[in-house]
């Protein structure tokens, strides 16, 4: 019988770490001819997957402070990677979205990082990763303020 673990967040802390940090030796490697830094490859990413918005609500989502976010972001908008664009339900706002470059840059980088990470997925089940998906779900859901 196995042993059951008696602090079982730490063991799944433990196995989410392990995964992030080759998931991040895959994706963290130079973009060509531009370097970033972690947190600007993370806000390129947010802005990637959830679209323009303020800079509050995108340090919100990386865990960060405003104005390390928005440095971040003037780093990006330099590159060329991200514009700031009139908020059109607030005109004294700005929205943080991305320039062509940046989305295409965005989306590459997803792409290798995926077909990287698909050898691994498929020594799972149709039924196996359909649960993952399901159970990573919940867990971030639990987590979400």
Known sequence: MPELDPDPARRVLRELSLLIRHLTRISGGPDDDLAMTGTQRLAL?????????????????????APTASRAIDALVALGLVDRLRDLDDRRALRLGLTADGQARASERETRVATAFAPALAALSASERKQLVALLARLAAQLSP
């Open 45 to 65: 990413f947010e802005l990637y997957t959830g679209g323009p918005m303020r800079l509050n609500d995108l340090a919100e989502r990386m865990g960060i402070s």
